[in-house]
């Protein structure tokens, strides 16, 4: 069967359904997508887009427009959380050719979303049904069908379960596998930065410290202040990212830490908080002609910053694989192939960072903490080349 004829079916609009619908359109596929929610909007604050995911977004014709409404960092760096002093410090977006060969962009995920969606719009190839909650799947004679509310709705050639962590395809797919409350509590907030006494710099900024560490950057052109909060804390384990905190709580867990964060927090009109989980790689992504992508198979700890760009390069391979006339349960087999180590290792990456960035003692700081310094004074290259697996990674290069 031509791919000029086949048709994909997908469960999720958000980041890494939208990217996929766009990236199989351009292999000519036909997409009907199928969310949940009302709008394709997203509530929550900034992510990072790393170069590794700024390159798939140059091949959708993306990139400028996303740079447009975002903000380029000067610099990755690691501070102490109470003193402020910098541990070590990573320049990016260097003129005229940046890091890793593409910018480093901080952006709003409404913004995001935003883009992706009238991108996804503007595609006749691509149909959008908002309010459609997917509650499973079937396989038969090669072909897939989508279950909307426990009805059959949509039947393609593959179906694509971008439903994210509590995904129904998922579930269907492998039984109901728990995912691991990994104890940490996440606070974010955003503030303008004209509120604010003294901005977070204009970096992408880890603020480490005992049981707790911070991420600071800058949004929209660098008028808006993100900030994330982590706090090892066992008693509250809500997962709703609309769900609110108090100013009070959120102080109380950085109390003591540089005016900066505090300052960003007193400042913040709302605060909202969640709980990390986690969950081991799956033995399997697909049935068939069903498969899983971005949080659906391999839910990311934000503590490498690449949930959003390991659901994009997700997005950039499926479709690749997809090209062509092999058969689609065969497609299914390579991405699969193709993408799990590196995400496991990306979520094994997440998990030992969260353990870097929350040392509790003096000793223990300065052991962790000290090597970086020294390395990012003396051989700041041996710093940015510890990140070239991720930053550097080109899941386009092959489609040239």
Known sequence: MSSQKRHAVIAGGGIGGLTAALCLARQGWTVDLFEAAASLTEVGAGLQLSPNAMKV?????LA???AERGFAPEALELRLGRSGHRAFSVPVNQRPSPAWGAPYIHIHRADLIGLLAAAVDASPQITV???AQATGYKAESGRAELILDGKPAAEGDVLIGADGLHSAIRKQMLGDIPARFTGNLAWRLTVPIDRLKAPPPPTACVWAGPGRHAVTYRLRGGTLANFVGIVERHDWRGESWTEQGTKDEAL???RGWDTTLTDL???ADTHYRWALFDREPLGTWSDGPVTLLGDACHPMLPFQAQGAAQAIEDAFVLAAQLGGDTP????LARFEATRKPRTARIQAASRANMKTFHKR????QLAAYGPMWLAGHLLPGVVRSRLDWIYGHDVTATDR
Do not use: E, M, S, Y
Not at 57 to 61: E, N, T, V
Not at 328 to 331: I, M, N
Not at 361 to 364: E, K, Y
């Open 129 to 131: 049904q908002l309010g």
């Open 252 to 254: 109380n867990d950085f």
């Open 328 to 331: 689609v349960p065969d497609a």
């Open 57 to 61: 977004l140059a091949a959708l014709g």
């Open 265 to 267: 927090i007193d400042k």
């Open 361 to 364: 003692t003096p000793p223990a």
């Open 64 to 66: 400028d427009r996303v």
